[in-house]
C-alpha cells in the first residue's frame, strides 16, 4: 500500500485566497483525521471521519474552515479566506479501529503571506 | 492542566547509553496508549503501542502505570538515528479523539 497520500506537499499562499488540501487514506482504513501541527500549539485535531461521516470537527478553527469526505477514498480540508495565522503543517491520518494507532500522510506545509 | 503532558527536553544522550522519559495523562479512564516517533520536518509515525503489562520492541521498552497515571519509553543502546521527537498518544474514548503530547526531544549525540 502507498500509505496515506497528501497534495500538495507545499503551498505558498496570498492572504485571502482559498486553499484546498488533499487526502487519500490508506484503502481499507474507516477512519480518517486531519490535524495540523505548530510550534506553538503542537498537533491539533482538526475533524475526523468515520465511513465517510464527521464524527467530531469541534477543532476546527472558525467558519473559514471546511472539510469533506465525498467518498472513501478522498478528503479535502479547505480554507476560504486563508490568514497569515493559517501557516502550518496539515497533516491527514487514516486507521482501522483495531487499537493500533494511525498512520500520517507527509503533510502539507501552507504559508499565507 | 493539560490532558497529556510531556517533558519538552532536549534530552541529549551519548551514543550507547539508555534514555528514559515519562508522559502523564490527565484522564483516568483513558485506554490506549502509544509512542510515536518525529523526525524533523516529517510527520509522525508510530513506533510502539503501550499495553498494561509492558511491552518491548528491540531497544525500546514501553511500560503503563496506571495508579499515577503515566507512560514511559525507556530506549537502550542509543543510537545516532535514534534522534527525534518522541509524540505520546491517549485515546480517551470513543476512537478516533486521541490527545498527542507535545513531544519529548531526544538528541543523541557521537
Known amino acids: 500500500d502507498a500509505g496515506v497520500i497528501q497534495s500538495p506537499r507545499h503551498e505558498v499562499t496570498e492572504m485571502g485566497q482559498e486553499v484546498t488540501l488533499r487526502c487519500k487514506p490508506i484503502?481499507?482504513?474507516?477512519?480518517l483525521f486531519w490535524y495540523r501541527q505548530t510550534m506553538m500549539r503542537g498537533l491539533e485535531l482538526l475533524i475526523y471521519?468515520?465511513?465517510?461521516?464527521?464524527?467530531?470537527d469541534s477543532g476546527m478553527p472558525e467558519d473559514r474552515f471546511s472539510a469533506k469526505m465525498p467518498n472513501a477514498s478522498f478528503s479535502t480540508l479547505k480554507i476560504q479566506p486563508s490568514e497569515p495565522r493559517d501557516s502550518a503543517v496539515y497533516f491527514c491520518?487514516?486507521?482501522?479501529?483495531?487499537?493500533?494507532?494511525?498512520?500520517f500522510g507527509s503533510g502539507t506545509r501552507l504559508t499565507v503571506v | 492542566r493539560k490532558e497529556v503532558e510531556q517533558d519538552p527536553g532536549p534530552f541529549n544522550v551519548p551514543e550507547g547509553a539508555t534514555v528514559a522519559f515519562n508522559c502523564t495523562y490527565s484522564?483516568?479512564?483513558?485506554?490506549?496508549f502509544f509512542w510515536y516517533r518525529q523526525d524533523c520536518r516529517k510527520e509522525p509515525k508510530l513506533l510502539m503501542s503501550?499495553?498494561?503489562s509492558g511491552n518491548e520492541d528491540g531497544r525500546f521498552t514501553a511500560q503503563l502505570n496506571r495508579a499515577s497515571q503515566y507512560i514511559s519509553l525507556l530506549i537502550r543502546d542509543s543510537k545516532l538515528s535514534d534522534s527525534a521527537t518522541y509524540l505520546c498518544?491517549?485515546?480517551?474514548?470513543?476512537?478516533?479523539?486521541?490527545?498527542f503530547g507535545a513531544g519529548t526531544q531526544v538528541v543523541v549525540t557521537p
Open positions: 491520518a487514516s486507521s482501522l479501529a483495531d487499537g493500533e494507532g494511525y498512520t
Open positions: 484503502s481499507g482504513h474507516d477512519y
Open positions: 471521519f468515520n465511513n465517510n461521516v464527521p464524527i467530531d
Open positions: 484522564n483516568s479512564a483513558s485506554q490506549s
Open positions: 503501550v499495553y498494561s
Open positions: 498518544v491517549v485515546n480517551n474514548d470513543s476512537w478516533g479523539k486521541f490527545q
